[in-house]
């Protein structure tokens, strides 16, 4: 009998709480967590009331409206927007195809896009424009339906994602004097194509940089090293100031456009960053890992391939992930050389003389689209460090 | 015992006035030895004595400084290609196993079929689950070795190195990072190995697989073989007096 009760199986106990348990757990424990919850609770009262009577009685949400196309794309003009909409519709199709394809995070972000869309076509936008988001609607939902299970597109659609870069560029910018010169690239747009720009060059830049660094080779190790300590002792803005006056100097010929000196300013910069976060996962490599990988017979590249990268570059997500949400912050620097990105466009905005004395509402808005980029950054960063099992195995 | 009288005179590996430095530091002082086909060789001797050093120049974890080094007919040199080439030929196991932390066990084993001898995949995981089953681990193959036991991880890194069909195999205190109860079904695959004819190298503290395995047992201290002989004598007659004391030391325990 005993035996048998022995071998029975037990079921861990459960550990889903009620929410009163759960209060009194984290919140009521002790008498000063109590009364530290009472106070906050009285001061987030009066902080949350003023801040809502102000925005639903006193604020003039009229501005953000009014400017909407300003603070999306800036000066880009009416006739050309389709260029626009043309680039989001190839980022459509990628996204909606690997939402099918992979599903998880991407699928997530496809929903939540198609949500933004569905929401943006039933406020009072003009027809056109609602046209065009109902289109990414579809187009998102046929192509999800197109890639589902058909895993051996996989390499074909990250080409498609490498590809739609260049691709995006020459849309958005067209040919000669018909297309839509950079210069009038603003707003969010401006935002945007500066991060990405930023971040997918300058993370294989800095991975690239960090290896140099580790190299065997001084003369590599040396150069690596002083560009990255260089680079990390000046401020972005004046990266930004130097790359707008120097560039020119150095290559007259050339006639590289305010936009693109941004760019390589952006991420030079980050890209010395990015190194140094890299080079911390690579430390992090015990040596036995490479020992290991060589009496296997795997050479350098190899090594550092499959043995060495996918470590190190896995235990510093967090720190990346820092990165290339503080490069997205960092781009709203470029409004001092005369580029209006969204940040830009907040301040004209709020120079407008129509405008006055609404800081506030416009600077909010701005700051609530910072906060939805950087937030899903954040968000995706934790998620693939769960697909990833960093820190199990 | 009849696989070492028939290669008795087909050397593997021949090491000719072996000396290694670190910075100042004299580690290896005049290794001259040389190891048969089918040979099943155990190092031993106190530690810093320079073993781990020796075996990892074999494979050129370690470079050497002076003398010669030949395995298999091939001379170690900086010449990246007979290093690699002598890699292929030699396995190495580790006192810390060294598995791959980022892969499954089956693809620790895959990945140098595939990239190195440039078998396919299926390929590749056929010779690798063959392996497993060799090892005695078949059920382990898709899990991750932080989820294995320390003896069915060393077990994984063995059969991470025979799938590159080496000739030879480097053993570096195989069972050291080992608890007790997994020390012998690390031996047990050792042992079984060393039936099957293959060239072994072995540093070990063991000295029961030491005496029932080894056809030779290479006795080191500060950086130089004192002592070589098969292990009746060995053990029973040491000629040495640091052999004496070295072996009435580790009987003790
Ligand atoms: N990378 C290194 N740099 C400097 N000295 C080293 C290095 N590796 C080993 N040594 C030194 O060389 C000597 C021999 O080391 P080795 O690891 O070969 O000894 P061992 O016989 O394997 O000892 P153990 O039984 O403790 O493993 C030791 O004194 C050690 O401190
Ligand atoms: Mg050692």
């Not at chain 2, 899990?143 to 059969?159: C, D, H, M, T, W």
Request: proline share 4%; hydrophobic share 50%.
């Amino acid at each position: 009998m005993e035996e048998q009760e022995l071998t029975q199986e037990i079921k861990p106990p459960a550990n889903t709480k009620g929410l009163g348990r759960w209060l009194k757990d984290n919140l009521f424990n002790t008498w000063y967590n109590t009364l530290l919850t009472c106070l906050a609770l009285v001061f987030l009262f009066f902080a949350l009331k003023g801040f809502l009577t102000w925005a639903f009685t006193e604020a003039e949400w009229d501005v953000i409206p009014a400017n909407f196309r300003l603070f999306m794309v800036g000066s880009y003009p009416q006739e050309q927007i389709w260029r626009v909409w043309n680039a989001i519709y190839i980022l459509s199709v990628l996204m909606g195809l690997s939402a099918g394809l992979w599903g998880g995070l991407v699928l997530r972000f496809a929903v939540a896009l198609s949500g933004v869309w569905f929401i943006s076509a039933l406020l009072p936008v003009e027809l056109s424009t609602r046209g065009w988001c109902l289109g990414a609607i579809a187009m998102i939902a046929v192509s999800f339906f197109l890639g589902r299970g058909r895993t051996s597109l996989r390499p074909w659609i990250l080409g498609g994602w490498i590809l739609s870069f260049p691709v995006i560029m020459v849309v958005l910018r067209g040919f000669g004097e018909n297309g839509v010169l950079t210069s009038n690239w603003g707003g969010l747009l401006l935002t945007l194509i500066l991060a990405v720009v930023g971040i997918v060059v300058s993370f294989p830049l800095g991975v690239f940089l960090a290896l140099c660094r580790q190299s065997n080779l001084p003369a590599i190790r040396w150069v690596s090293t002083t560009y990255i300590e260089t680079v990390r002792g000046v401020p972005l803005i004046t990266i930004l100031f130097m790359g707008n006056v120097l560039i020119p100097i150095f290559m007259p010929g050339l006639d590289i456009n305010q936009v693109l000196r941004m760019m390589i300013g952006i991420t030079f910069f980050s890209g010395a960053y990015m190194a140094e976060n890299v080079r911390g996962g690579l430390q992090g490599i015990p040596r036995g890992q490479h020992e290991a990988a060589q009496a296997v017979g795997l050479n350098y590249v190899q090594t550092t391939l499959f043995i060495v990268l996918p470590q190190a570059l896995r235990s510093v997500i967090p720190a990346i992930v820092g990165q290339f949400i503080a490069l997205f912050k960092d781009t709203s620097l470029v409004s001092i050389i005369g580029l209006i990105d969204l940040l830009g466009v907040a301040k004209s905005v709020i120079a407008n003389p129509d405008w006055l004395g609404l800081q506030a509402e416009v600077y909010l808005f701005a700051a609530v689209i910072y906060f939805v980029f950087c937030y899903a950054m954040s968000y995706a960063s934790q998620d693939i460090e769960t697909d990833l099992g960093v820190g199990k195995h | 015992m009849a696989a070492q009288e028939n290669a008795l005179n087909d050397p593997i590996i021949m090491c000719e006035d072996l000396h290694k430095w670190f910075d100042d530091f004299h580690v290896l002082k005049g290794i001259t030895t040389s190891f048969q086909k089918g040979e099943r060789a155990v190092i031993c001797g106190p530690s810093g004595s320079g073993k781990s050093t020796f075996i990892r120049t074999l494979n050129r974890l370690e470079e050497h400084q002076r003398g010669t080094i030949i395995v298999d007919g091939v001379e170690l040199t900086d010449d990246l290609r007979n290093i690699n080439l002598i890699r292929q030929e030699v396995g190495m196991v580790f006192q810390q196993f060294n598995l791959f932390p980022h892969l499954t066990n089956l693809q620790n084993i895959t990945l140098g079929p595939i990239r190195v001898r440039k078998l396919t995949k299926s390929e590749a995981e056929e010779v690798a689950l063959s392996l497993l089953e060799r090892v005695d681990i078949a059920d382990q193959a898709y899990k991750y070795p932080a989820e294995i036991s320390g003896g069915q991880q060393q077990r994984v890194a063995i059969a991470r190195a025979l799938a590159m069909e080496p000739k030879i195999m480097l053993f570096d205190e195989p069972t050291s990072a080992l608890d007790p109860e997994m020390i012998t079904e690390v031996l047990d695959v050792m042992r079984e190995l060393a039936h099957s004819g293959m060239t072994m190298l072995v540093v070990t503290h063991e000295m029961g697989f030491a005496r029932e395995v080894a056809d030779r047992i290479l006795f080191f201290d500060e950086g130089m073989i004192v002592e070589e002989a098969p292990p009746a004598d060995f053990f029973d007659n040491p000629q040495h007096e640091r052999t004496k004391l070295f072996i009435s030391q580790t009987l003790q325990h």
